[in-house]
């Protein structure tokens, strides 16, 4: 492979691998964003249902409790524990207890599910108090039970009218003033108890442990790039899966500002006034979820009773699936290096599998130009070339009235080469001519074989004009040279060589060959092996 061949295959293959590189980067590319809003689209699916379940999980849950508070409460009223002392006997008073609180012990030992049973009387007094820790459901004694008259849960629940049940916002269980530890988040659900005459005589209250619910929660959650959030009316967290430590911080001194929107600022107007929806921002899609009572309408209203409507209960569930976190949105690097690499190497394999087609089109090419201009042997202008080229040299020196000279040269007895040395030998001696031809006059004529044993010389650079003569003399010298056949024998070659210099309109074509040749035949005439040069002033 020749160094210009070596230059077209790398070049074309260059070019091409750059085209083909570029069209597998915009697929690949065109891929990944399709499969980018694909997954999108999916988390916007996925994350919609999943808020629904909890939703629903929610619901069903306070639900349930709500429904079993109402039962509570006409059970107490049918066992007439709001009886006083004056109302009954001591000692009936105090079997009636005893049997009540065993009733709330075994309700409580077998839920596991509620840290306080409780029956209030009208002055917010603890009459009947069931704790539950550490899997054993227990009776408060007598002497530890408190009044609760200044609690917000007793005070909104007193007031309630008949059927309905008061829900309690998500909060840590206080005791004594303190905070709980370990922290106890709690629902509160009361309902006031009723005597035969429809009196209100006291409330029932139970203290659920929402940390239950909080762990159905994550029951829900499929993917640990998502964080699942449940949020307050306020927008505090009382649920946030993947940042436990925010939770409750209302009930923290300085902790007051740690909210859902200090969070997600530039969310915050949207996760304010929306009920239902999702929205996209720079760093991953967000949905909410409205639960509890929503525009105060409140979902825990059942055939005999409802829940009384309040702010407290109105919820949100937020999910936020962080882009650079799910697994689903982040290509494992090796699939991406590895896609990268093959499809490199596949633009190399097919540019240089095209550009070796193409190099051998252009060597098919090239080689039928070089075969329709050139003689095969000695490299030079075959007489068509030459006429054209020298037709188009003529064409210009008339226009722009520059001098030019022909030369042609022919050699002296070839046919005793050939048939002294042979034709192979022969062939070594146009060559030689050739080679001849080149060595003195470079690049800078239009040069040709325009016969068997002739050649022709067309001279327009004003270098050779300048000394036509010498360049002539050089030429016939660089001919005489011997030529090797072999280890014993040379071959010694002669030329005639005749010239024609014309300035103007005395460089018509045919009068230039016509005087070449005349002065080619004067050089044979006189003894061959020399040169005649003639001018438009001498002819």
């Not at 293959?13 to 891929?31: D, P």
């Not at 929610?58 to 709500?66: F, H, L, M, R, T």
């Not at 109402?70 to 049918?78: H, I, K, N, V």
């Not at 201009?373 to 030079?380: E, P, R, V």
Request: with cysteine; aromatic share 10%; charged share 20%.
């Amino acid at each position: 492979m020749t160094s210009s061949d070596l230059r077209f295959l790398l070049t074309r293959t260059s070019l091409l691998a750059l085209i083909f590189i570029a069209l597998f980067g915009l697929m690949f590319f065109y891929h990944s964003t399709q499969e980018l809003e694909t997954a999108k689209s999916n988390i916007e699916v996925e994350q919609k249902a999943l808020l629904e379940g909890k939703k629903n999980y929610i619901e069903w849950v306070i639900g349930s409790v709500v429904k079993e508070t109402a039962l509570l409460a006409d059970l107490l009223g049918q066992q007439k524990i709001y009886k006083t002392d004056t109302e009954f006997d001591l000692e009936t008073k105090s079997q009636l207890l005893e049997h009540t609180s065993d009733a709330l012990l075994a309700m409580s030992q077998r839920k596991e599910i509620y840290d306080q049973i409780r029956y209030l009387d009208l002055n917010g007094n603890e009459i009947v108090r069931i704790n539950f820790n550490d899997g054993h459901a227990t009776i408060v004694p007598e002497a530890q039970l408190q009044n609760k008259a200044h609690r917000y849960y007793f005070q909104n629940s007193i007031s309630l009218s008949c059927n309905q049940v008061y829900v309690s916002p998500i909060d840590l269980n206080i005791e004594h003033g303190m905070i709980e530890i370990p922290y106890k988040p709690t629902i509160r659900m009361a309902t006031p108890v009723y005597d035969e005459q429809g009196v209100k005589r006291g409330v029932v209250i139970i203290n659920y442990l929402a940390g239950y619910l909080m762990d159905g929660l994550r029951l829900f959650n499929l993917n640990s790039g998502t964080n699942y959030m449940l949020i307050n009316h306020d927008g505090y967290f009382l649920f946030n899966d993947l940042k436990p430590d925010l939770e409750f911080a209302f009930m923290f001194e300085g902790k007051q500002a740690e909210t859902i929107y200090r969070q997600f600022p530039t969310l915050a107007e949207q996760i304010k006034s929306t009920i239902s929806g999702q929205f996209e921002s720079d760093n991953g899609i967000m949905t909410i979820e409205s639960v509890g009572a929503v525009d105060r309408i409140n979902p825990y209203c059942f055939q005999d009773f409802h829940v009384s409507n309040n702010d407290t209960t109105a919820w949100k569930l937020v999910s936020f699936a962080n882009f650079n976190h799910r697994i689903d949105l982040q290509h494992p690097s090796s699939t991406h290096r590895n896609l990268i690499i093959f499809g490199v190497l596949m633009s190399l394999v097919l540019a240089l599998s095209i550009a070796t087609y193409q190099l051998r089109l252009h060597r098919d090419d090239r080689r039928i130009h070089y075969l329709a201009h050139y003689d095969s042997l000695t490299g030079l202008y075959n007489r068509g070339a030459f006429q054209a080229k020298y037709q188009a040299v003529i064409e210009q020196s008339l226009h722009n009235r520059t001098p030019l000279c022909l030369m042609f040269i022919d050699m002296d007895d070839f046919k005793s080469i050939n048939d002294n040395f042979g034709h192979l030998n022969g062939d070594k001696a146009l060559k030689h001519v050739a080679d001849a031809i080149k060595h003195v006059f470079d690049d800078d004529v239009v040069a040709g074989r325009i016969g068997g044993d002739e050649f022709a010389v067309l001279l327009h650079n004003t270098k050779h004009l300048e000394q036509i003569k010498l360049y002539a003399d050089q030429l016939l010298a660089a001919i005489r040279l011997p030529i090797k056949i072999d280890e014993a024998n040379e071959i010694q070659v002669s030329t005639s060589i005749g010239g024609h210099f014309c300035a103007g309109a005395c460089c018509a074509e045919e009068e230039l060959i016509h005087h070449a040749d005349t002065a080619m035949y004067q050089a044979k005439h006189g003894g061959k092996n020399r040169v005649v040069i003639m001018d438009c002033l001498n002819e």
